[in-house]
């Protein structure tokens, strides 16, 4: 079992930055790949960006170049580096994490944060 908690959300202006974080509790943190989602109303949960236990990252296009997801094993937390901020890029942010282990995929949600991009 893994428990997720997000932090970091808030009001910016456009242009801005944030930082989100996630910590994880429970045991071998390291072996999940851990993503962001985010979901703005009316609109479906969408990948933001993902880091697998080994260091690879992937990353949604309108935020490439702009967002850098990083983890940090010893502490049990993924962050979500994110910059020059658009108002497109309000929504709520998940924070996930999964792995799958003899063939059976086990994924946890947070309880997500918002982030609101306005002037």
């Known amino acids: 079992q893994v428990q997720l908690v997000e932090s970091g959300g808030g009001l910016v202006q456009p242009g801005g930055s944030l930082r989100l974080s996630c910590a994880a509790s429970?045991?071998?943190?390291?072996?999940?790949?851990m993503g962001w989602y985010r979901q703005a109303p009316g609109k479906q949960r969408e990948l933001v960006a993902s880091i697998r236990s080994g260091g690879k990252t992937t990353y949604e296009d309108s935020v490439k170049g702009r967002f850098t997801i990083s983890r940090d094993n010893a502490k049990n937390t993924v962050y979500l580096q994110m910059n020059s901020l658009k108002p497109e890029d309000t929504a709520v942010y998940y924070c996930?994490?999964?792995?799958?282990?003899?063939?059976?995929?086990?994924?946890?949600w947070g309880q997500g944060t918002q982030v609101t991009v306005s002037s």
């Open positions: 996930n994490a999964e792995r799958l282990l003899l063939g059976k995929l086990y994924a946890y």
């Open positions: 429970g045991n071998i943190f390291g072996a999940y790949a």
